[in-house]
């Protein structure tokens, strides 16, 4: 460990699924005496990310509160970049925490690289390689991928990834992913207990599929083809019931309700908070999703997953038979759902793999890292 001075620790983030994944690191480092550390959020989402924050019991130091209605991506990074010159300039960090693929953590390296701090890119090392896809989340992970200084991977193959970039492997570590910290954490404190959002859902009776959508270049047909598809099995399917927590964004509220509003065993819901969504995907059958973060929470839980999406960043969940990734295709959405509500075997196969994205101890692997190499 160098010096004995205490080291200037920013963390900046603006969604929920970062402030998930980023608040086990959080307590990590704020319990070490050897590190000042703060938080600075841009809310670019909310809502959804004070949920979170209230939950795990983290308070903001830097509030930027930069959330506007349909707010597009020039706006959001023009004054991302901006408002992070105040905090950075006054703390004057040391080290600058990111995390994932949000247009907040492009910004946050990109202004922390600004004010000299270095940054760590936790989550580093996943690709699509195309850049179209998942837009414009690949790009900026590969752009916060040339800035950053320490890279925390979750794997080995997205190490590999950052070697491939000619990454030096001396500023690569292999972590797991702090996903799997949040959830065994919020897993031991969700209540057995129904919560209200789910006391009308028959999940004794019926199978619980539960569906979240919410990426742009599903935005339009591809989000209708999985609708429609959703709604021709349910027409079909009196054994199935299906839970849609309905994303804010209009894009996507707007052709759910059109397409899915008023079914019968289909319950339209608001937005979950994270313990009453982790309490419902440990109660669903399987899910559906565009999500990457379920991607690897899902398994976790011995959910088989279903992934509305052409790519995935998180190719091991699929080689290691947790995840299909089939697309927005009707025709083969509609025979994957069906091959796991009827054939036993497939789903017991995707229920009993192993997930490969780590031992919930990757955030203890973070400090120590930094300890040694700051």
Known sequence: MAGS???????????????IKLAPVIKCFKSDAYFETRVCITAQHREMLDQVLDFFKIEADYDLDLMKKNQDLFSLTARALEALKAPLTTFKP???FVHGDTTTTMVASLAAFYAGAKVGHIEAGLRTFNKQ?????EINRQ????????HFAPTEKSKNNLLAENIQESQIFITGNTV????????????QKIPQCAETIPFGSKKVILITGHRRENFGPGMRRVCEVLKEIVERRHDVHLVYPVHLNPNVKNTVHEILGNIENISLIEPL?????VWMMNASYFIITDSGGIQEEAPGLGKPVLVTRDTTERPEAVTAGTVKLIGTDSTKLKAAILELLDNAESYKRMSKAHNP???GKASARILNAVKQNL
Do not use: C, M, N, W
Request: hydrophobic fraction near 35%; glycine fraction near 6%; proline fraction near 8%.
């Open 5 to 19: 001075k205490q080291k200037k620790i920013l963390f900046i983030f603006g969604t929920r699924p970062e402030a």
């Open 94 to 96: 040391d080290l600058v």
């Open 133 to 137: 896809s998942p837009f414009p989340e």
């Open 143 to 150: 752009l916060t991928g040339r800035i950053a200084d320490f």
């Open 180 to 191: 799997i910290d949040a959830l065994e954490e919020t897993v031991k404190r969700v209540s």
């Open 273 to 277: 908070s994270y313990p009453d969504f």
């Open 357 to 359: 994205y780590g031992d």
